[in-house]
């Protein structure tokens, strides 16, 4: 049991470290789709802490607890298989173990991936560092979450609970016991200028 314990309490600080620390970011130019800031070894993570705590390795397991919601779950399983997928095609594209996009290699990575079909080079890139962007900032926010919540998530009737009594601020931003939430589909045209507010607001309500 013991071993059990310290091997959580690793994995959770290495977690910490990887997404706390205010070096690391998930905007980078030549990501690794590894190591980097929420990417696979962090959702790794997730799943092995779950596994040493009795309660699976699947993202089906971590679902079926009833912990996180089935959105945060599915996001977090879609990134898990892109970076999958992404990092494969950086080996066979590299005959090599590669797990860094470099800017030499990412028009052919994203060529390979079917970003390019009728797609002018620059927009194909575009597109796959769109989704990859994209997939980070599922994962980043899942995380946060769990590490937040000290891995316990919050059950279907915190979540219910929130859903009806939360105070809506703004369309984007709500209040629920003290703490602001940012909608997980903010409204079409919100820019990140405009989630500025968050702070102004959150000085009024402290």
Same mark, same amino acid.
């Not at 369309?171 to 016991?177: A, E, T, V």
């Given at each position: $049991? *013991? $071993?059990g314990e310290a091997f959580i309490s690793a994995k959770l600080d290495l977690l910490r470290a990887s997404v706390e620390d205010p070096q690391r970011t998930i905007y980078v130019l030549e990501p690794n789709v590894k190591e980097g800031m929420c990417a696979l070894r962090d959702i790794q993570r997730v799943l092995w802490i779950e596994n040493m705590k009795g309660q699976g390795s699947t993202f089906e397991a971590l679902l079926s607890q009833g912990r996180f919601s089935q959105s945060e779950v599915r996001r977090l399983k879609e990134a898990y298989g892109f970076y999958l997928r992404l990092r494969c095609e950086l080996h066979f594209t590299n005959n090599v173990r590669q797990d860094i996009l470099e800017r030499d290699s990412v028009l052919t990575i994203a060529a390979n991936l079917g970003y390019a079909e009728g797609a002018e080079d620059q927009v194909a890139v575009e597109k796959l560092m769109g989704d990859y962007y994209r997939h980070a900032r599922a994962v980043y926010r899942f995380l946060r979450f769990? @590490?937040?919540t000290n891995t316990r998530g919050r059950s279907l009737l915190e979540r219910l609970s929130r859903w009806f009594r939360a105070k809506n601020l703004t369309?984007?931003?709500? @209040?629920? *016991?003290?703490?602001l939430y940012l909608a997980q589909n903010p409204p079409e045209g919100v820019t990140p200028e405009a989630l500025l507010e968050i702070f102004a607001i959150s000085q009024e309500k402290d």
């Open positions: $049991r *013991k $071993r769990y @590490l937040q369309p984007h931003i709500s @209040l629920f *016991k003290g703490r």
